[in-house]
């Protein structure tokens, strides 16, 4: 079961993290904190998980980082979507909505032959 949470977590990380930063500005800590409250322990990411994503996200120019300069504290790395990551996330989300009907119809179906079993 683990491994399948896993590979789940991994399939859909790219959407989610994209989803957050559609909302708004992120910086690693507040993402990492966020996915865990929202996701409880689905979610639950170390921040040298996190980063080779966005990393990654920001190599293909779904997001850009920017450094905040406080008077106070410590500055941060925000992390924001570019318009290639609004039409990446729109495409995902198709994707994903797709692959849920589908599956969704194959349990269905499962469902409708155990009961005629």
Same mark, same amino acid.
């Given at each position: ?5 896993? *590979? /789940?977590?991994? =399939?859909?990380? *790219? ?6 930063? +559609?909302? !708004?500005?992120?910086?690693? #800590? +507040?993402? %990492?904190?966020? /996915?865990?409250?929202? =996701?409880g322990? #689905?979610? !639950?990411? !170390?921040? =040298?998980? /996190? ?5 990654? /996200? *920001?190599? $293909?120019? #779904? ?5 905040? &300069?406080?008077?106070?504290? %410590?500055?941060? !790395?925000y #992390?924001?979507?570019?318009?290639? =990551?609004? %039409?990446?996330?729109? &495409? ?11 599956? +969704?119809?194959?349990?269905? &179906? *499962?469902?409708? &032959?155990?009961?005629? $079993?």
């Amino acid at each position: 079961m683990e491994t399948v949470r896993r *590979e /789940l977590k991994r =399939g859909t990380l *790219e959407m989610i993290l994209l989803t957050m930063l +559609d909302h !708004k500005d992120r910086y690693g #800590y +507040d993402i %990492v904190s966020t /996915l865990e409250k929202q =996701g409880g322990r #689905y979610f !639950k990411i !170390k921040e =040298g998980t /996190l980063y080779p994503v966005l990393y990654r /996200l *920001e190599d $293909d120019g #779904y997001i850009d980082s920017y450094r905040d &300069n406080p008077k106070r504290g %410590v500055p941060r !790395k925000y #992390y924001k979507i570019t318009d290639e =990551g609004k %039409v990446r996330l729109k &495409n995902l989300i198709k994707e994903w909505r797709s692959f849920i009907q589908i599956v +969704d119809g194959f349990l269905e &179906n *499962e469902e409708t &032959n155990h009961e005629q $079993d």
